[in-house]
């Protein structure tokens, strides 16, 4: 029979529960408590505060068997009755580990009152000096290290969602001195609003040098050219992956909507920050890199279109005729009446792709001309080429 089960109750588990069971109680009250995933709600920072004291007290044998015995305010006072509560005469400290009191305390016997309220304390109680508990960050530092490769794959792959890589991953998390007590009033994390560590403190410094940068993942994004012309927004699904308040990973749709400036290039990169996996460090960034599709007619020379006529060599001898359709519609009539190069070009300016960094300007419409020649001529044939040449 334990002397109360306040501690118990702070992690929803049993007097009777297993080491095991309360580092996995411990693990899904920190993940919901957590003041990083509790921006707005005000009482997570205390409620966080109190999961990790009682894991303090419990996951450690020797001071579970304590608190079993004599309660909670025992263990906040150092094992000093508060004035007034010892008797007299009567049976000794029987149960305390060791086989008995610790020297200087023979002669109390009993415990204090049931009656006093519970709270967590850390000020010193008379006669003698009160327990300290770590800082809760430390405790859930520690609490990452301890449960080693395979606990933190439960927790996100060895951060915390939402924590910014905070604590415990690689080189560890600076504990809190037990002289200086828990100190957990206002931001758990050295004053920062919304609960990241902030200023010049020793701990929140420690803590920004050791948060990783997050990851960037690049995905191509296949454009029109006619998109690229035009501007739009593409409507982008993606998969991510996130964990839930028990540390569970799931996977979850997105939809993005990627906005295509009109006059983009190839080659342009969209960035869109924390909408990747959930990684230590934070959630990835995801990065669309353009591809410009194939298109049928046109070819694209920075911010010139390019159309291409085919000629066969009777009509780059002697003449032709072509209507030549530009991006946005337009209708040019093309007549040559001599002979036309191989290669050669013309150009119409303002009518090719709009100039991203020159709004109302754009680039050129180049008509280029590849003459097909023949790939075999009969004897006649050369002989009448040869006298008309």
């Known amino acids: 029979m334990v002397k109360e089960t306040k501690l118990y109750d702070q992690l929803a588990i049993k007097p009777d529960a297993t080491q095991d069971e309360i580092k996995k109680a411990y693990r899904k009250m920190a993940l919901k408590w957590h003041p990083d995933k509790n921006k707005d709600n005000a009482a997570a920072s205390e409620k966080f505060k109190e999961c990790s004291q009682a894991y303090e007290i419990l996951s450690n044998p020797e001071k579970r068997k304590t608190y079993d015995t004599y309660g909670l305010e025992f263990i906040l006072r150092g094992g000093v009755p508060y004035e007034g509560d010892a008797g007299g005469g009567g049976p000794g400290f029987g149960g305390m580990p060791g086989g008995g ?10 415990m204090p ?5 519970f709270t967590f304390t850390t000020s010193s109680g008379p006669g003698g000096s009160s327990y ?17 490769a395979s606990g933190l794959d439960d927790l996100g792959g060895g951060g915390f969602p939402g924590m910014g890589g905070m604590g415990g991953m690689g080189g560890g998390m600076p504990r809190s001195s037990k002289s200086g007590g ?5 931001s758990p994390f050295g004053g920062m609003p919304g609960g990241m560590p902030g200023g010049d403190d020793p701990f929140a410094r420690s803590v920004r040098q050791q948060t990783p940068e997050v990851s960037t993942v690049e995905r191509p994004l296949p454009v029109s050219l006619e998109e690229m012309f035009n501007g739009t927004t593409k409507r982008m699904k993606i998969k991510r992956k996130m964990y839930d308040d028990s540390g569970k990973r799931t996977t979850t749709d997105t939809v993005l909507e990627v906005p295509i400036k009109a006059g983009l290039k190839q080659g342009s990169k969209i960035r ?10 934070g959630q990835q960034d995801l990065v669309f890199i353009v591809e410009e599709k194939k298109h049928p007619l046109y070819t694209r020379d920075g911010d010139d279109v390019v159309a291409t006529v085919e000629l066969d060599l009777k009509e780059a001898l002697t003449g032709w005729k072509r209507i030549v359709t530009t991006i946005d519609g337009k209708k040019i009539n ?39 020649f023949p790939t075999t001529l009969t004897q006649d044939q050369k002989q009448k080429l040869r006298e008309i040449l």
């Open 101 to 110: 009191m610790p020297s200087g305390f023979a002669g109390f016997e009993g």
């Open 334 to 372: 093309l007549e040559k009446s001599g002979p036309t190069q191989p290669g050669s070009c013309d150009s119409y300016p303002s009518l090719g792709m709009p100039i991203s960094k020159q709004p109302g300007q754009r680039g050129k419409f180049v008509v280029k001309y590849n003459v097909k």
């Open 132 to 148: 300290k508990f770590n800082n809760p960050n430390a405790t859930f530092s520690d609490f990452l290290r301890s449960m080693g």
């Open 272 to 281: 869109f920050k924390g909408v990747g996996d959930q990684e230590e460090g």
């Open 113 to 117: 009152s049931g009656g006093r309220p």
């Open 182 to 186: 828990s100190s957990f009033g206002g």
